[in-house]
């Protein structure tokens, strides 16, 4: 696992362990990440195994406690990040997907479709699941990572991702619920640098995939506060869509705060254009997220 050096600073909500001028790097639809997938699997052991600690101290009240999700409590959120786990496992293992009787998914309503199945289940009986597929998980990112095959899979947004760029959605969404919760309960956000690097980047890149369908590709740059990196760029080569980290020689088009701009992106908070304090043609293009998945 990469050492995380440098010195930490805290900006709005996310506090980050920073590298001292790294090197770039590329998170490519197609092609992966430049770091390797053993960098995907990192960030996802770094995610459990801070998720699992943290609700595993919950009390009943916090169990029931509102989130950023207005119609979930911590617990159907918890509930959510163990339906999307058994579908990843499920996908790195060959085998059918779990839920497949619900239809093709919809951002905006089938992850509630699916809570239906665990209804009265408990916080405890929830989070021995997600202990058990968590550890199966890792097994197969593991082994996949080990063999990483050139495998293209179809992504969760219609776009055809490497199969560890597939693998980085569960890992964001799971990061981005995780926020839901804490930020709700007061919860102090700490993430290592290559975590909060692939949530960045990966965020970015799941913002840009909506205009993509139309062939109106996202062509900007982004310096965001609290990232471990001096900016991302949103390019794309033919219809392949791809984030890389840029020099701090480069001016940006876009600035904000890391946490609040993926929050927004995502659906969370106030609009892109509030955040960035422009409107413009780029920033259009990434609230597109927005409003496929809320």
């Known amino acids: 696992m990469r050492s995380d050096e440098g010195r930490g600073h805290r900006k709005k909500g996310v506090c980050v362990i920073a590298e001292q001028d790294p090197p770039r790097r590329v998170l ?8 390797g997938p053993f960098a995907v699997l990192d960030a996802f052991r770094s995610q459990r195994d801070r998720f699992i600690k943290t609700v595993t101290a919950f009390d009943a009240s916090a169990w029931r406690a509102e989130t950023r999700c207005t119609e979930w409590s911590v617990h159907d959120v918890v509930r959510h990040v163990r339906d999307a786990t058994s579908l990843h496992v499920a996908s790195l293992g060959g085998r059918p ?33 997600l202990v058990v597929l968590t550890e199966e998980e890792d097994r197969l990112l593991e082994r996949k990572a080990e063999l990483n095959p050139s495998e293209a899979r179809p992504g969760p947004l219609r776009r055809t991702l490497h199969w560890s760029v ?31 690097r692939l949530a960045t980047m990966y965020g970015l890149l799941v913002a840009a995939t909506p205009a993509g369908w139309s062939g109106e590709y996202v062509q900007t740059t982004v ?26 020689e480069l001016s940006a088009e876009l600035t904000g705060e890391t946490g609040e701009i993926l929050d927004s992106l ?29």
């Open 97 to 129: 997907a779990p839920f497949s009787a619900h239809g093709p998914f919809h951002p905006a309503t089938t992850p509630a479709v699916w809570l239906a199945a665990s209804a009265g289940q408990s916080p405890e009986e929830t989070l021995r699941e």
């Open 223 to 248: 310096s965001l506060g609290g990232s471990p990196d001096h900016g991302y760029e949103i390019t794309h080569a033919d219809d392949t869509v791809m984030v890389a980290t840029v020099s701090p």
């Open 166 to 196: 597939a693998s980085a959605h569960f890992f964001w969404d799971a990061w981005l619920h995780e926020r839901d919760i804490a930020l709700c309960l007061g919860l102090k956000m700490s993430y290592p640098a290559a975590e909060l």
């Open 28 to 35: 490519d639809e197609r092609r992966g990440f430049t770091d």
């Open 266 to 294: 995502a659906g969370r908070g106030p609009e892109p254009s509030e955040l960035f304090g422009l409107s413009s043609t780029a920033v259009s293009r990434l609230t597109l997220l927005r409003q496929v998945a809320t």
